[in-house]
């Protein structure tokens, strides 16, 4: 099979509880897709989705401790839009109706066939990139100003400070938000002592997770794309916080 180069965009997680399975399958994805990571089961998998973000999910339905639909049914919680694939024996009809009942984007009958996996995975590729294509036209123009001159409105009125600058970049599939200059006298202050930074650290990233649901109902308002909070961290030595969200 040809390699394709779209391939390449793709963050895959790989949930599946058979270590043979798991390895044969690994070694075809490792050569085609950009990235790669791999759970046992639903409750890894659903940790490992939160740590990785992933813009594609393969998993195994029959798994311990969870299995593959109880995962996704939560995964399509967090995530309404991203592309599963689910892996079944052909005699476990009932799953796999109930997996079509989740919305899952396919699914494969073990073995699976790589030349149906790949033209799945060819498919998802492209739509990835035709969206990330139709996301970067959003940022450019009033969407984004408005964007920056909000986040720094809300800052302000929830922080005590507005910051002195905001930049705002999308790369696959994440949305990063840097905040520079938006500490407080108070907290400046406080940092005097080399005892209080971590303090400081922690309270800013609290402040910032405490209000994840206005960030994203802004940037969900003003660049007109569904996003989901991933993390905050603040180095307050350089008065600088970074906050990352999955565009979906």
């Given amino acids: 099979m040809m390699q394709k180069a779209h ?18 399958l690994s070694d075809y994805l490792k050569r085609r897709v950009g990235k790669i990571y791999f759970a ?15 813009n594609i999910v393969i998993c195994d339905i029959r798994m311990p401790k969870m299995d593959g639909l ?49 033209k799945h995975l060819d498919q998802v590729a492209k739509e990835i990139i035709k969206r990330e294509d139709a996301m970067q036209n959003n940022f450019s123009g009033e969407g984004l100003d408005q964007l920056k001159r909000n986040l720094i409105k809300y800052i302000k ?31 400046k202050n406080l940092m005097k002592n080399e005892k209080n930074v971590n ?25 007109n794309i569904a996003v989901k909070w991933v993390s905050c961290s603040t180095d307050c030595l350089i008065d600088e916080t970074l906050l990352t969200f999955q565009t979906q």
């Fill in 7 to 24: 391939l390449k965009f793709l963050r895959v997680l790989f949930v599946e509880d058979d270590e043979m399975q798991r390895q044969e």
């Fill in 40 to 54: 046992k089961n639903g409750e890894e998998g659903l940790e490992k989705y939160k740590q990785c973000a992933p």
């Fill in 70 to 118: 109880k995962m996704v049914s939560i995964l399509r919680s967090w995530a309404p839009l991203v592309p599963i694939i689910m892996l079944t024996a052909l005699s476990d009809k009932e799953s796999i109706l109930a997996a079509v009942d989740l919305n899952i984007t396919n699914y494969l009958i073990k073995p699976v066939d790589l030349n149906k996996l790949e």
């Fill in 157 to 187: 009125s929830e922080m005590g400070k507005g910051p002195n600058e905001v930049n705002i970049k999308h790369n696959n599939q994440q949305l990063m938000i840097t905040i520079f200059g938006a500490m407080t006298l108070m907290e």
């Fill in 199 to 223: 303090m400081v650290n922690y309270l800013r990233n609290q402040l910032y997770s405490d209000n994840q649901i206005y960030f994203c109902k802004m940037i969900e308002d003003d660049l």
